[in-house]
Structure formats: structure tokens, C-alpha cells
């Protein structure tokens, strides 16, 4: 849920100011993860509670490792132009 909404944000943000689609998408799809990722963690801790809990430091590492991980793939769509201003989907290609 968070690409398509960090997408539509960049729509919106690009239809004023072009050049800043891409870093709209990125700033966006970071933006949702804040809420995301807190309701999916808490949730998937009172769904499939641990006998031994993580340390903090772990949880971080592993929170983040995933947030970069999932930003790359975000910005190997882009640069694929998989992920494009909403006019570019209009387009024919020439």
C-alpha cells in the first residue's frame, strides 16, 4: 500500500514542480513506511508473540535493513521508468 500512495504523492507534487517526482516517491514511500511499519510490527508481535525478545539494537538493525532494502527497490523502479509521472503512462512511445 505505501508505493501506491508515496506515487500518488509524487503525482500531485510533480504536477507543480516536475523535476521532483522521483524524490517525491522516495520521500513519500518513507513517509507511509513511519506508519506502516510501527502497525506491522506491533501487530505481528501480538500475533506471533517471542519467547525471547530481541534487543532493541537488533529490532532497529532489522527494521532499517528492510526500510533500505525496500528504498532501493523503489529507486530501481524509477530509474526503469516502471514508476513515472501519471502523463508518462499516457504516452505512446515513438
Same mark, same amino acid.
Not at 509524487?10 to 516536475?18: G, M, Q
Given at each position: ?82 514508476? *513515472? ?7 505512446? *512511445?515513438?
Amino acid at each position: 500500500m505505501n508505493v501506491p500512495l508515496a506515487l500518488v504523492f509524487a503525482w500531485v507534487v510533480s504536477f507543480f514542480y516536475r523535476p521532483a517526482f522521483q524524490w517525491c516517491v522516495i520521500l513519500g514511500y518513507w513517509l507511509t513506511n513511519v506508519l506502516g511499519f510501527v502497525l506491522m510490527q506491533k501487530g505481528g508481535e501480538r500475533m506471533f508473540p517471542r519467547k525471547e525478545n530481541p534487543t532493541p539494537a537488533g529490532r532497529c538493525c532489522a527494521t532499517w535493513g528492510f526500510r533500505c532494502f525496500y528504498t532501493g527497490l523503489i529507486v530501481w523502479l524509477l530509474k526503469l521508468e516502471i514508476l *513515472k509521472p501519471i502523463e508518462n503512462y499516457f504516452q505512446g *512511445k515513438s
